[in-house]
């Protein structure tokens, strides 16, 4: 969970939108207040925070939570207009973690986030991204993208394809691909199998070859 500070409701979506399209869950508050509420519900692995704000700003509300000792390990990233309140954050060494400049692309912001996540150890357990090349799979949200469009899927293409994910590299029978996605007590062929490989690769556009036949055994995603 992710949590971000913005009063501005245009960026505060933007932020929202921009990191639940990457599998993350995060939520949006337009003050501190709105955000202290919410710490005592529940502790996010990361909080943006934007610097002008009505009433607190984003700097005293950064060394609230530094100060206290719930809150003290929830990495920072602050947001801040460029020019002088840039310089600012940059002067004062307030114990954020990172910066980010507005206005920001959403492939920047994301790499940043994932960095901060990355190097305080914060990355959500629940949080799994499957990835090979252009293809990934937000596991939580049951969201798959080729090249960052989603992609609409069955449940059973899904699960085909996330079993597939999980163990890149191995060559996985037909009975076992059976087996794992329809449940041992399916009373199917495994021609299904191969049935719903196909409508996979055709949804998967480009990232459908990645699916391999390996004659007379079963599938592959090589790792
Ligand atoms: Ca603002």
């Known amino acids: 969970m992710i949590y971000c500070v ?85 002067g004062l060494d307030c114990g954020a973690d990172d910066y980010i400049t507005k206005p920001f692309g959403m492939m920047e912001f994301i790499a940043r986030v994932r960095a901060v996540l990355r190097r305080t150890g914060k990355e959500d357990k629940n949080q799994a991204i499957l990835e090979h090349g252009k293809l990934q799979i937000m596991v939580l949200q049951h969201q798959v993208l080729v090249d960052g469009k989603k992609i609409v899927l069955t449940l059973k293409e899904f699960e085909l394809l996330k079993y597939l994910m999980e163990n890149q590299g191995i060559v996985l029978s037909r009975d076992s691909l059976l087996g794992h996605v329809w449940g041992y007590d399916f009373d199917g062929e495994t021609r299904t199998v191969d049935v719903h490989v196909r409508t996979l690769r055709q949804k998967l556009g480009a990232c459908g070859e990645l699916i391999e036949t390996v004659r007379g055994v079963g599938y592959r995603i090589g790792d």
């Open 6 to 90: 913005e009063d501005e409701r245009n960026i505060r979506e933007l932020i929202v939108y921009t990191l639940e399209s990457s599998g993350y869950s995060a939520r949006g508050f337009e003050s501190g207040k709105e955000l202290y509420k919410n710490l005592e519900q529940k502790l996010p692995e990361l909080i943006l925070l934007d610097i002008m704000l009505p009433g607190e700003d984003g700097m005293e509300i950064l060394s609230r939570l530094k100060n206290s000792e719930v809150t003290r390990d929830i990495p920072v990233i602050m947001v801040t207009a460029k020019g002088a309140e840039y310089d600012k954050v940059l």
